[in-house]
C-alpha cells in the first residue's frame, strides 16, 4: 500500500513539475517577444493570426459550437493584397499567447484603423464570404466557445480595445506608437510609455481587492450572494453565470494547483 502511495504521489509530483515548468518557459517567451521588436517579428513568420472586425471575432459553426479559425501571415498577407490593402496593416497586430510549442499567437482587427494605418476598414460582408466565417459579438458566442478559446479571445479583444483608445498622448495630443508585440505604446514626442491598465481606474470600478482561492471557490459555491455571514458583513460576490467575468473566475478556480514539486 506504501509502494502504491509513493508511486501515486511521485506520479503527481512530475506531472505537476512538468505542468510548472511548462508555465514557466512559456511565460519567458511572451516576455521576450514583448521586450525584443525583432524577436516578434520573428514569431510573426511562423505565428498564428486571429481575426476581428469592430473588435468581433471571426468564427466558424462546427455542429453546436462555434470554432475561431487562425491564418498564417502567408495567409494574411494575400488576403489583405487581395482587397488592396497594404501589408502594413499587420503591424496593428497584437501578442495575446503561445502554445506549449512556443507557436505565438496575434490578433488583428481588420475593422478598427490605427493613427498610423494608411488603409481603410475593411467591409464586413465582403471579409465574411471570403473567410467563410462571420464576426460575431463575443457575448453573444461566448457560451458556444470552449473555455481555452473564450479566454484566449476575451483577451484578445480587450487589448484591441485598449490600443484603440489610446493612440494619442494624453500630454502632447500627438500620435503614440506601439511595439510590434503591443504591450505597450509611446509617445514619440515626449517618451512617455502608456501601458495595458494592470491598476484601478476609480471612473469604472467602485472598488477591487485582492481574494484566495478557497474566497473564490466559496464564493462559487454560494447561492445566496447577499446573505449576511455571522459577523454581519456581507461577502463579496461573483457576477452571473452568464457573464464573461464569471466564466473566467470558474476557469481559474478549477485549473489544477501545483503544492508540491520534486526536490
Not at 521576450?32 to 486571429?50: H, S
Not at 468564427?59 to 479559425?69: G, I, T
Not at 505565438?104 to 482587427?109: P, V
Not at 457576477?239 to 473566467?248: E, M, Y
Amino acid at each position: 500500500m506504501s509502494l502504491y502511495y509513493g508511486i501515486a504521489c511521485g506520479r503527481k509530483s512530475f506531472w505537476c513539475y512538468r505542468l510548472l515548468s511548462t508555465y514557466v518557459t512559456k511565460t519567458r517567451y511572451l516576455f521576450e517577444l514583448k521586450e525584443d521588436d525583432d524577436a516578434c517579428k520573428k514569431a510573426q513568420q511562423t505565428g498564428a493570426f486571429y481575426l476581428f472586425h469592430n473588435l468581433a471575432p471571426l468564427l466558424q459553426k462546427s455542429e453546436h459550437q462555434y470554432l475561431p479559425p487562425q491564418h498564417s501571415l502567408l495567409e494574411l498577407e494575400k488576403l489583405l493584397s487581395k482587397f488592396g490593402q497594404d501589408t502594413q496593416r499587420i503591424e496593428d497586430s497584437v501578442l495575446i499567447g503561445c502554445s506549449e510549442q512556443h507557436e505565438a499567437w496575434f490578433a488583428l482587427d481588420l475593422g478598427l484603423t490605427s493613427s498610423s494605418s494608411r488603409n481603410a476598414s475593411l467591409q464586413k460582408s465582403e471579409m465574411e464570404t471570403e473567410l467563410t466565417g462571420s464576426f460575431i459579438e463575443l457575448r453573444k458566442a461566448l457560451f458556444r466557445l470552449n473555455v481555452k478559446d473564450a479566454s484566449l479571445l476575451s483577451t484578445a479583444q480587450a487589448l484591441l480595445r485598449w490600443h484603440d483608445g489610446h493612440q494619442f498622448c494624453s500630454r502632447s495630443g500627438q500620435p503614440t506608437k506601439k511595439n510590434v508585440a503591443g504591450s505597450k505604446r509611446v509617445c514619440p514626442s515626449n517618451k512617455i510609455i502608456y501601458y495595458p491598465q494592470i491598476q484601478v481606474n476609480l471612473s469604472e470600478l467602485e472598488a477591487a481587492a485582492w481574494f484566495s482561492h478557497d474566497e473564490v471557490l466559496t464564493a462559487l459555491k454560494r447561492n445566496h450572494p447577499y446573505t449576511q455571514q455571522q459577523n454581519g458583513t456581507v461577502p463579496f460576490w461573483l457576477p452571473p453565470k452568464l457573464a464573461i467575468a464569471h466564466q473566467l473566475i470558474k476557469e481559474w478556480v478549477e485549473k489544477p494547483i501545483c503544492c508540491s514539486l520534486p526536490a
